[in-house]
């Protein structure tokens, strides 16, 4: 069987001056920041392009965010942006507030706390990794379809969706301390595949001379 590759693109740093859990929330563009960010990844990809590299599907989940990083890799590759709805960020009971532990504590707050291994306040792991590997999988396929052998494709989600999907193909638990995801800004999280299979999981971050002083508001 062809191998081929799904490169799980986290989105670039959002404007978000009021620090807003903003979960699933419509409009949150990138910062400035975010769009140099998104610019640096398409260079990236074209300069592999350049090199050999065989990317012919680029996925986006539908939030602004994802559709905008999306943009410049599109337009280096020529290739269409597919909106998929399975790789949309995760459901969260915070989306809204301004993030941060004061709020976070707040007594009205605590019976989300009650299951933390699902997690209760939110989409569960699980769901996520169930929905973000049907896409990677669809993603995968129409790679070959249009590329063949050694053909790549790039899906544009969020950071806790491509985490959880990593946390699987690791065969690793999906419970974890938030603050200690690698899984950065513009960040590639790439599933391998050999023979159908998962061969290998390659994290790499091309935009990481713009991470200092990047925002890093949690659950973004």
């Not at 009650?114 to 896409?135: I, K």
Request: with cysteine.
């Amino acid at each position: 069987m062809p191998q081929a590759t799904v490169h799980l693109l986290r989105h670039g740093e959002v404007y978000n001056p009021d620090g807003i859990l903003y979960g699933r929330l419509p409009e949150f563009h990138l910062s400035e920041r975010g769009r140099e960010m998104a610019k640096m990844l398409a260079d990236h990809f074209a300069a592999r392009v350049a090199q050999g590299a065989n990317i012919v599907h680029l996925v986006s989940s539908p939030l602004t965010r994802a559709q905008e990083t999306a943009l410049p890799t599109s337009q280096a590759l020529d290739l269409q942006i597919h909106t998929d709805p399975r790789i949309i960020e995760a459901e969260n009971h915070f989306e809204g507030l301004k993030a941060g532990v004061s709020e976070f504590i707040k007594p009205k707050h605590w019976f989300e706390y009650r299951n933390p291994l699902r997690p209760s306040w939110g989409e569960s792991y699980q769901d996520q990794v169930t929905r973000m590997r049907a896409a990677v999988e669809d993603a995968r396929l129409k790679a070959i379809e249009l590329g063949g052998d050694g053909a790549e494709a790039i899906l544009v989600s969020h950071q806790l969706p491509i985490y959880a999907t990593r946390l699987s193909a690791e065969g690793r638990p999906l419970w974890h301390d938030p603050r200690k995801r690698e899984c950065t800004l513009t960040s590639l999280t790439s599933l391998v595949f050999d023979d159908g299979k998962v061969a290998r999981v390659d994290y790499s971050e091309p935009a990481a001379v713009l991470l200092p002083g990047a925002a890093k508001t949690p659950g973004a």
